[in-house]
C-alpha cells in the first residue's frame, strides 16, 4: 500500500509526463506493469525498483508491480524478461553484471544474450565498489596496504561475494595494475564475507557502496580508495577517499557497476518511449537524487533507448576484457 501522502508527490513528479504517454498511445498500459528485480528483496538494487514502481504508478495510471526473482547470478530473473510477452507490460531492472559480463563468465549455461535478446530503456543508477579493511587493522591508507602486499606476497587475502561478481573483477583488475600478488577468497554473497572481514579471517575487500556504508558508517571498517577513477562527493562519509585516477593514474580503472531497464526485444517502440519517458522523468526528480544518493548509488538517466543501447553495447567489450583479466568462469 501507498501513502496518500506518497501518491501526491508521485504524482506532481509526473504531470508534466502523463498527457504525453497517455494521449499519443490510449491503449498502453491498461493493466498493471511489472518490475522484475533480478535479486532477493531487501538490497539497494530493490529498493530502487521499488522506488521506481511507487512513482511509476501515477505517471503510468496503472499498478506497478516489483517481482523477485533471484538466482544464478542474475540470470533466472532476466531470462523470464527475455522470454516474457513482449508488450511492455514486463520490465527488467538489470545490473551490468547481469547484462554485459555474464555470458563471458556461463560460457556454455547463459540461457540468453541480453544484447540480441533485451531491448534497451534507459539506465537509472550508477555506483562504483569500495575497498575497505577492518578499522582494527593498521592499514590507514591504500599505499600502505599495497607496501604490505608487496612485502609478503600471496599472504595477504581479499575477500568478495562471489567468483564472477564486480567485486571479485576489481580485485583482479587492481592486482594486475598495482603488480601485487593478494589471495583471492570468494564467498556466497556479500555477508558472509563482511563478516568474516570484521572478525579479522580476510584482510580486505572491494564490495558495491550500498553494500558496504552501513558497517563504514558504524565504524567497523576503513574505506581505503573507491573503484571508480574518480572519487564519489555525493556520498558525504566517501569525499576524502581517492578514486583509482589518484592512486594507479595510468592503469585506466574505472569500475562502475550501473543498473538500467530493459524489456524484450520486440517490444513495440511506441511502448518502449512511453516507458522511457516515464521513468526518466523519475530518475531526473530531486527526490530520486535524494533517496538514491545516499545509499552510494548516482541517478542516470539515457536521452534515448538509442543512446543507451549503444552504451550497453561498448560496455559489453569493457567487461568482457574484466572477465579475461580475472580469468573466472562459471560453467
Known amino acids: 500500500m501507498i501513502s496518500r501522502r506518497a501518491m501526491m508527490g508521485a504524482a506532481a513528479l509526473s504531470a ?10 490510449p491503449d498502453f498500459p491498461t493493466r498493471p506493469v511489472r518490475i522484475l528485480v533480478p535479486y532477493a528483496p531487501g538490497g539497494a538494487v530493490d529498493l530502487t525498483g521499488r522506488f521506481l514502481a511507487e512513482h511509476l504508478q501515477p505517471i503510468l495510471g496503472q499498478n506497478v508491480l516489483v517481482d523477485n526473482r533471484g538466482g544464478a547470478g542474475g540470470n533466472l530473473g532476466a531470462d523470464v524478461v527475455a522470454k516474457g510477452e513482449k508488450d511492455g507490460y514486463t520490465l527488467l531492472l538489470g545490473s551490468a553484471s547481469i547484462l554485459c559480463a555474464n555470458k563471458f563468465l556461463y560460457r556454455r549455461s547463459m540461457p540468453l544474450d541480453p ?25 590507514k ?22 567468483t564472477g561478481t564486480v567485486s571479485h ?19 556466497r554473497g556479500g555477508g558472509p564475507a563482511f563478516q568474516d572481514l570484521y572478525a579479522g579471517n580476510i584482510d580486505m575487500m572491494f564490495d ?13 571498517f576503513r574505506p581505503l580508495a573507491v573503484g571508480s577513477a574518480e572519487r564519489v562527493t555525493y556520498v558525504p562519509e566517501l569525499r576524502d577517499v581517492p578514486g583509482m585516477k589518484e592512486l594507479l593514474p595510468n592503469a585506466n580503472i574505472d569500475m562502475q557497476s550501473w543498473y538500467a531497464i530493459n524489456v524484450p526485444a520486440g517490444t513495440p517502440e511506441s511502448r518502449v518511449a512511453i516507458l522511457h519517458r ?3 522523468q523519475v530518475v531526473r526528480s530531486d527526490a530520486f537524487r535524494q533517496r538514491m544518493e545516499p545509499i552510494g548509488f548516482a541517478p542516470v538517466a539515457d536521452e534515448s533507448p538509442a543512446t543507451y543501447g549503444a552504451y550497453m553495447r561498448e560496455q559489453e567489450k569493457v567487461w568482457q576484457k574484466l ?6 568462469t562459471l560453467d
Open 16 to 25: 508534466s509526463v502523463l498527457p504525453v504517454a497517455r494521449s499519443q498511445t
Open 115 to 139: 544484447i540480441r535478446d533485451l531491448a534497451p530503456v534507459t539506465r537509472v543508477t550508477t555506483g562504483t565498489v569500495l575497498l575497505i579493511v577492518n578499522s582494527d587493522r593498521p592499514w
Open 141 to 162: 591508507t591504500f599505499a600502505e596496504l599495497m607496501a604490505a602486499a608487496k612485502r609478503d606476497p600471496g599472504k595477504l587475502t581479499m575477500g568478495s561475494s562471489g
Open 169 to 187: 573483477l576489481a580485485i583482479e583488475s587492481l592486482k594486475r595494475a598495482a603488480g601485487v600478488d593478494i589471495t583471492h577468497v570468494p564467498y
Open 208 to 220: 558495491v557502496i550500498p553494500a558496504a556504508m552501513p558497517n563504514v558508517r558504524e565504524g567497523k
Open 278 to 280: 516515464a521513468i526518466t
Open 323 to 328: 572477465v579475461e583479466i580475472s580469468g573466472a
